[in-house]
């Protein structure tokens, strides 16, 4: 696109959006543009496939075939490298007090040769990683929160905020074209990187979920560990037209969250990872701090919601720095549907056509 034309790029938008707030440090802005700059540079990474001999996993230490981290997963390459990168382009500029990642046991101290600042940065430096190998999308989520006034050593504590104090959030999502959606609290934005001239522009401003959908997206084969509101959902949606819902459904699966959230900003659509019973010492699949709160962010306010199934993802008080979590998001009115039958009263005797001898998933004898 010629730049004769109107435009807007991420520095344009972040500048016109700083002119809000007069004693603004620009701070913040330069904060968000090195997050770009590092995200910039993992697209390039992950666009290099094969070419690049980033594919597969990380080595492992001495004897061991693969590394892995802090929760326990096999940590690509492109999982190393890209947390390495976030680590580096973000840390020189003042800005932060300290960092905390999905690949990092405890939280990073900025080293002592850089000034220090007033935010925190959390994030998943690159998700739905187990499908770099097969050429999906993945993505790079992360969310700002302030940090304490005054602060040394960062510590676990300091991140331990509830996703509705977060001062931006977003994710960029690297598929066949490069985007980073962000929100500073004022809806949300969406960029498409221009790759002549390597700039994010302004391609998907002020982003609505619609409220009503017919997409679900859910890892079916987990089915049998549910709990039963939502077996119940599904059920209904698989039921379609000839259930209480009286409309068909249409199901997804990536396994690559940041493009299951990519597809609801688009077109609405609901995602669940619920809490079940597969691992009774998880609380769910993804999260709290740098997948769910940020992503939760991005759809209420965008007019969707986030849920655990009982209540906002945003008001939840966080306990852990690598806390898992149920989550479920996209459309509004489909998560509070969720929500309603976690919340309404269980019975033993439940309907589960899900598990009924002519069901979808059946059982068998
Ligand atoms: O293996 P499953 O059950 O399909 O889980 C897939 C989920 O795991 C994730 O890949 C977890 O994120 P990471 O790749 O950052 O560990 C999500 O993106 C995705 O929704
Ligand atoms: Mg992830
Ligand atoms: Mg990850």
Redesign the pocket.
Known sequence: MPLTQHCTTLTQFLIEERRRFPDASGDFNSLILNVALACKSIARAVAFGALGGMLGNAAGAEGADASVNV?G?TQKKL?IMSNDTFLHVTQWGGQLAGMAS?ELELPYQIPSQYPKGKYLLVF????????IDVNVS?GS?FSVLRAADGIEDVKEEDFLQPGSQQVAAGYAIYGPSTMLVLTVGTGVNGFTLDPNLSEFMLTHPDLQIPPDTNEFAI?A??SRFWEEPIKRYVDECVAGKSGARDKDFNMR????????AHRILMRGGV?M?PRDTKDPSKSG???LLY?ANPIGFLMEQAGGRASTGRQSIMEVQPTSLHQRIGLIFGSRNEVDRIQAYHNAPQTDDMPSPLFNERSLFRVPA
């Open positions: 929760q997963e999982d999905e998943d430096p690159l998700d739905g990683s187990s499908n993945v989520i890892n084969s987990n699966w990536i396994a690559s969250m940041v493009a299951e995602f990872y699949r993804l999260r997948e």
